[in-house]
């Protein structure tokens, strides 16, 4: 029987090694169903309940694997469905193929049913998007965005018209598309800077003294190398968040995280470095840099157009981390000067005492950070942490300890909120047998709660800690500490999410009192399936920045003479968080 171009689709996607792709039927692509359902015992589809959840968990697949994340909608609002998801990935720089499905192929511009021209609406997310005509067109354009994908490692689509997915005649051919010409292989590039820049790189840090790190995603293959670069100039590490799994959170030589999820002694540390290695980041937020001139720079990055982006770079080291570094590193001389560690490391020992008195409080309400703080007990060493956007990303990127082979990812430069379950979704498909804990606002949370259900539908045993304050609290404090404005339009209307759980078919636990918490996480995490903790905390409780900066200071009594309904329990909450720290 000839194969259609379904047929020829999938089987391209199963000579590239593609075996999991998320998404959910429709119409549209009711073709290309059929044949994935022919290979099901090669290529698994996860049937997820929204496509925004099948692209958020294709870029998570992507991350977590190393490989190429593969989704799949259906023609018009199924495709449009995606594209947060896409950017999320093209933002990131993780390789996915979209695929999507057409109105019928004669019909397409007549304003048809779904009539919506998805290779034209993908063109500023895809690297490369393109219309699938015949089928002796499939396997060159399949060849083509798969290595796009990987090669650039971003975002790559291809569209099929309804009626062309069951096509089969391939008398259409052109005599100059002689087949199998494309070649399904794909070689990584693995270039390295010539040695006179290694050695001009190495001639930078002769001549620094107070020598930082800034390590980003791009270093969580290279974990070695930027230790042994640290234990040898005697050098801080400040992470990116998606470099928070570079190295653990107790190693000396970290001051954690950087910006406004940050810590007081990282944006020390770029405040009086002379010498920045900035490896594998694109950490976005300029003001966290040090000024322009006050320090020399080496950059390490596998893209060469993001040389120089975020910060004037007196050397610029192409290829990646690990490979750039292993053939660097023998070309530094030792530092024998610990003083600017010294200085970081006890900054670092009164933040962390600071951190564990934050998140040691039995007060009520519940305080976010207390929550974070009590599921490290439970994390394996080798866990998967999946974190959503809002402020529960800054109790996680501060509280939640890295340790051991732990992973960790969020959405990073888009920071979309919603992207938890999902990551989750992916992380737990890809590892099976790793421990996988999602963490939520419950914003971000409600966004695509429906993708709960697929957790129940595979039997992935995801545990969701929900902090619950009935409130978009990141716009809040953006609108009070950044705007100056009271908050407005940020209130949420309450919702069960154990009972929300339970008739999803998973577990759920409630807990508001600090006294009950370590119970309540003990039970989620002993379920055997998908559980959910709803930990109901304070909506008062304010993410401060490392540092707060005068202007900020400024915003926030603006908005408090403005009138914000809550001020006098805000003003009790930072007073109080100031006394401890004075304490």
């Known amino acids: 029987m000839s194969m259609t171009v379904a047929d020829r689709l999938v089987a391209r996607l199963e000579q590239w090694d593609v075996r999991i792709v998320f998404g959910l ?23 997820v309940r929204h496509e925004e959840g099948a692209a958020l968990a294709a870029c998570a697949y992507a991350k977590f694997t190393q490989r190429l994340g593969v989704c799949l909608a259906t023609s018009g609002p199924g495709g449009v469905h995606l594209l947060n998801g896409l950017y999320d990935a093209k933002f990131d720089g993780q390789p996915v193929l979209a695929i999507t499905g057409h109105t019928f192929h004669d019909l397409i511009g007549t304003r048809y049913q779904q009539d919506l021209d998805l290779d034209k609406l993908f063109m500023d997310v895809a690297a490369y998007s393109v219309r699938i005509t015949s089928p002796s067109h499939v396997v060159n354009v399949v060849d083509q965005a798969v290595k796009n994908a990987i090669a650039r490692r971003t975002v790559t689509h291809l569209t099929v018209p309804k009626d062309v997915q069951s096509w089969t005649a391939d008398d259409e051919r052109s005599p100059v598309n002689i087949e199998a010409h494309s070649g399904g292989i794909y070689t990584d590039p693995q270039p390295l800077p010539p040695r006179a820049l290694l050695e001009h790189a190495a001639e930078v840090i002769r001549a620094g003294s107070k020598i930082a790190i800034l390590a980003g995603r791009g270093c969580l293959d290279a974990r070695k190398e930027i230790h042994d670069l640290a234990r040898l100039l005697k050098a801080p590490i400040v992470k990116a968040l998606l470099g928070k799994a570079v190295v653990p959170d107790d190693d000396p030589y970290t001051t954690g995280g950087v910006g406004l999820l940050g810590t007081a002694p990282s944006q020390e540390v770029l405040r009086t470095c002379d010498t920045l290695i900035i490896a594998g980041s694109s950490f976005p937020y300029l003001e966290f840099y040090p000024q322009p001139g006050k320090a020399r720079a080496i950059q390490i990055d596998l893209d060469a157009s993001r040389i120089g982006l975020r910060y004037p770079v007196t050397v610029g080291l192409v290829g990646k981390c690990r490979d750039v570094l292993q053939a660097w590193l023998p070309l530094i001389e ?12 006890a900054h670092m020992q009164d933040w962390n005492s600071l951190m564990q008195t934050r998140s040691g409080r039995m007060d009520l309400p ?8 009590k599921i490290n007990q439970f994390l394996r060493d080798d866990a998967i942490i999946c974190c959503d956007t809002g402020t529960v990303t800054t109790w996680v990127a501060r509280h939640l300890r890295i340790r051991g082979d732990m992973e960790f990812s969020v959405s990073g430069t888009l920071a979309t909120m919603g992207n938890g379950v999902p990551y989750s979704l992916a992380a737990s498909i890809a590892h099976p047998t790793r421990q996988v804990v999602c963490i939520c606002g419950d914003g971000g949370f409600t966004m695509l709660m429906g993708e709960l259900a697929t957790l129940v539908k595979y039997r992935l045993p995801v545990k969701v800690i929900i902090l619950k304050n009935n409130l978009l609290g990141m716009i809040k404090w953006e609108q009070l500490g950044m705007e100056g404005t009271p908050e407005y339009g940020v209130d949420l209307q309450p919702i069960d999410f154990e009972a929300f759980a339970l008739a999803c078919g998973a577990t759920g636990y409630t807990v508001d009192d600090p006294a009950r918490l370590d119970a309540a996480l003990q039970c989620a995490f002993n379920e055997p399936g998908p559980a959910v903790i709803q930990a109901v905390v304070d909506p008062a409780e304010p993410p401060l920045p490392g540092s707060v900066s005068l202007e900020q200071a400024w915003h926030f009594a603006k908005a408090m003479l403005k009138g914000q309904h809550d001020r006098m329990e805000l003003i009790r909450t930072l007073l109080e968080n100031k006394v401890r720290e004075v304490i």
């Open 366 to 373: 519940l305080k976010p950070q207390a929550v974070i703080e």
């Open 334 to 345: 030792p530092k024998a000067e610990t003083s600017f560690l010294e200085r970081a490391q």
């Open 25 to 47: 039927p429709g119409d549209g692509i009711n073709g290309l169903y059929e044949a994935f359902r022919k290979r099901e015992k090669v290529i698994r589809l996860i049937q």
